[in-house]
């Protein structure tokens, strides 16, 4: 796949659905698909996340959450389910970073490029941890390593219009 991929324009292809989500999805429409019939909700005061478990996005298993904010999809948060249970449980640092860079191979396969690394950070003794990311005109692709929780995500982050009193995700 390359730049005409869906996920180029922000677009998040459910496989075993076939459902599309797009960039700022307003949560009633996100509500109406058949994939969030069984989900897990989490409701905050102006924010909501919902756990949809282990779904295939273009050909790859992932846990995914919708996060929103207000009523917009803010970002989607995938973590790769690797096929062997060993690889899941217990926590291990280096089964971590190995899951950080599947997701950007991930990444790499699925639109043709890379992720950059962060700016800032080309002294960091850590690179495997850097946050890499590309940019795009709705938003953005991150791929993170959060050594405080101690887990990787791809996280797929919009551009949304924000008020004074929105906090970023």
């Avoid at 273009?58 to 919708?66: E, L, M, N, S, V």
């Amino acid at each position: 796949m390359s730049d005409s991929s869906p996920l180029a324009d922000g677009c998040l292809l459910i496989d075993e659905t076939g459902e599309v989500i797009s960039p700022g999805m307003a949560a009633y429409d996100f509500e109406q698909l058949q994939l969030v019939r069984d989900a897990k909700y989490r409701d905050g005061t102006h924010t909501a996340t919902v756990n949809l478990g282990i779904r295939h996005v273009f050909g790859q298993p992932f846990t995914i959450a919708f996060n929103f904010l207000k009523s917009r999809l803010a970002s989607i948060d995938l973590c790769l389910h690797f096929d062997d249970p060993a690889k899941d449980k217990p926590w291990d640092y280096a089964i971590e970073i190995e899951r950080k860079k599947a997701h950007e191979a991930w990444c790499r396969r699925v639109l043709g490029r890379p992720l950059e690394p962060m700016k800032g950070y080309e002294h960091w003794d850590k690179q495997d941890e850097v946050q890499r990311l590309l940019e795009f005109p709705w938003g953005a692709i991150r791929s993170i390593y959060d050594s405080k929780g101690g887990f990787s995500t791809l996280r797929i982050v919009y551009d949304l219009p924000r008020s004074s009193n929105d906090k970023p995700i």
